[in-house]
T-cell receptor
Framework: QKEVEQDPGPLSVPEGAIVSLNCTYS??????FMWYRQYSRKGPELLMY????GNKEDGRFTAQVDKSSKYISLFIRDSQPSDSATYLC?????????????FGTGTRLQVFP | KAGVTQTPRYLIKTRGQQVTLSCSPI?????VSWYQQTPGQGLQFLFE???????NKGNFPGRFSGRQFSNSRSEMNVSTLELGDSALYLC???????????????FGQGTRLTVV
């Protein structure tokens, strides 16, 4: 079993839809949670950064962390065709074996007009 | 504020050769991490350098090595290239690295290495 599980998709939605992307993890030592967006042939771009549990909102993006369930989510409101990309969750912690970024495999999102 | 710069962007090498990739982090960032990205394995951690010292290492063979200079710029070297080394190599910079509170990591555009 991988430390971080993420559905690879593809997830195809119409423009304007609310998108929900999720990751589950197995190691309770993770404390820092990130979402990256990666366009084809580009490097990952940091979208959201969250420490421990809770919600964080930035424009159309909301990140949620539920440490009790070992589950993190990224919501995209009013999705746009320009949101079409691969979304990667990543996490790290301070303890041995978590003190590096561990990535999910990424979910490919397609937003059609 | 300039982002993370990786050079070269594209590279084609022959099996058995060696290659050196370069990464210039965001100004003020002291941590540089390197990742290998392939379609099958996703993003895998290679190593992290902080203040010129390797602080963490992933599960890659010794053919993969790196170093960091006093200005925080980092290089990664792969010796005796194999076909399976073909990948996108990404570096990420952060203020304190993944062991600190300021763990936000910013990536460069990557170097796409093709081994033939």
């Amino acid at each position: 079993q991988k430390e971080v599980e993420q559905d690879p998709g593809p997830l195809s939605v119409p423009e304007g839809a609310i998108v929900s992307l999720n990751c589950t993890y197995s190691n309770s030592a993770f404390q820092y949670f990130m979402w990256y967006r990666q366009y084809s042939r580009k490097g990952p771009e940091l979208l959201m950064y969250t420490y421990s549990s809770g919600n964080k909102e930035d424009g159309r993006f909301t990140a949620q962390v539920d440490k009790s369930s070992k589950y993190i989510s990224l919501f995209i409101r009013d999705s746009q065709p320009s949101d079409s990309a691969t979304y990667l969750c990543a996490m790290s912690g301070r303890s041995y074996n978590t003190d590096k970024l561990i990535f999910g495999t990424g979910t490919r999102l397609q937003v059609f007009p | 504020k300039a982002g993370v710069t990786q050079t070269p962007r594209y590279l084609i090498k022959t099996r058995g050769q060696q290659v050196t990739l370069s990464c210039s982090p965001i100004s003020g960032h002291r941590s540089v991490s390197w990742y290998q990205q392939t379609p099958g394995q996703g993003l895998q951690f290679l190593f992290e350098y902080f203040s010129e010292t390797q602080r963490n290492k992933g599960n890659f063979p010794g053919r993969f090595s790196g170093r960091q200079f006093s200005n925080s710029r980092s290089e990664m070297n792969v010796s005796t290239l194999e076909l399976g080394d073909s990948a996108l190599y990404l570096c990420a910079s952060s203020l304190e690295g993944t062991a600190g509170m300021n763990t936000e990591a910013f990536f460069g555009q990557g170097t796409r290495l093709t081994v033939v």
